[in-house]
């Protein structure tokens, strides 16, 4: 039992049983559990790729990249031009990518060399640039020379709107493709499989002789250095990588929302995927597709079914304060357990 107990590590236990007695709550209080499986899928899809960029920023030695927001800004960039131009279904979908690819490359590249010259303190400096970047860009989205009326405030306002819709361009493209049912649940097949590509080049990348010898310069640099390994460079290839997930991951998110979030928005999107891949196992010096994969689940299944069952039993008036109290606690939690396996 004991042994059982630390493979499935002691967080992830008490959040799945944490997960379970909620969903008995759902059961009982007659809450549809279509409409909660159906959900959780769509949300897992749209945060999954957020999460996987964890991985080669912590295989390559720079720690949980607490900057995603560097590379989300540039993801809002492709799609708001892909916007202008009136762009819309798959096609803007792809365009939005390969517009924010090569920016999120370039600006990665200088992001991981300045990396190399605090390192140590990788983790708390990303996040004082995540903070820079946003600040930047909220006074880049008033100036932006952008005209769809779309994109700008009405009736000669200046800049971009904070929410804009993408219902006439490419909201939902992924979650509708291929999509079916199984009974009431309807199963997001775009969703999942454009994760599951994203993985795949992630999972294939890493068993090459270039991503081995990325970790290998993450996880011992001494070693590296003995056998001929860049580490400064292994190190920023993987904060270029890292930045371009979240790049995707920011686009695939905003699909399946149906909005683009901009000015502060950027700010939430890495403490929620450092939690879950903490959640799912990772540590600051190990991290894998699974970890991603469980993390992601247990973490968006709970702010699934936790807030129709709060909504339920506090009747309406306490639902968002609860809900922010059970997401920032479960960060919290997460943070607060670093150890991943060995927790």
């Not at 860049?230 to 998110?253: C, F, H, N, P, Q």
């Not at 689940?297 to 639902?319: D, R």
Request: proline share 3%.
């Amino acid at each position: 039992m004991n042994s059982l107990i630390e493979k499935i590590g002691v967080p992830r236990l008490i959040i799945a049983l944490f997960l379970i007695g909620l969903i008995l709550v759902a059961v009982y209080l007659k809450i549809p559990l279509s409409s909660l499986i159906t959900d959780i899928l769509v949300r897992f899809g749209m945060n999954a790729i957020l999460v996987l960029a964890m991985i080669p920023a912590v295989q390559s030695g720079i720690g949980l990249n607490f900057n995603l927001p560097l590379g989300i800004v540039f993801g809002l960039i492709g799609a708001l031009i892909s916007i202008e131009f009136k762009l819309s279904g798959f096609f803007g979908f792809i365009v939005s990518i390969l517009i924010a690819v090569p920016l999120a490359a370039i600006a990665g590249y200088f992001y991981g060399k300045m990396l190399n010259r605090i390192k140590g303190q990788e983790m708390t400096v990303g996040t004082y640039i995540g903070f820079s970047v946003v600040s930047l860009m909220c006074i880049f989205w008033l100036v932006a020379p952008f005209k769809s009326p779309e994109l700008i405030w009405a009736y000669g306002g200046n800049g971009l709107r904070v929410t804009v819709s993408l219902e006439s361009s490419m909201a939902h493209v992924l979650n509708n493709f291929w999509s079916f049912k199984i009974g009431n649940v309807k199963i997001p097949t775009g969703l999942l499989l454009f994760f599951a590509l994203c993985a795949f080049i992630v999972w294939i990348y890493s068993k090459s002789k270039k991503g081995l010898s990325m970790k290998v310069a993450g996880s011992n640099a001494n070693f590296a250095l003995s056998n001929g390994i860049d580490v400064d460079k292994e190190r920023v290839w993987g904060t270029v990588i890292s930045t371009v997930l979240a790049a995707i991951g920011i686009i695939v998110y905003s699909q399946a929302f149906g909005f683009l979030q901009l000015y502060n928005a950027p700010l939430y999107a890495a403490m929620p995927a450092v939690a879950a891949i903490l959640i799912g196992g990772a540590s600051l010096h190990r991290a894998k597709i699974i970890h991603v994969i469980i993390g992601t689940l247990l973490f968006q299944s709970l702010l699934v079914v936790a807030l129709p069952v709060i909504n339920v039993l506090s009747e309406g008036s306490m639902s968002e304060v609860i809900r922010t109290i059970v997401s920032n606690g479960i960060i919290l939690y997460a943070l607060t357990r670093p150890g991943g396996d060995t927790a």
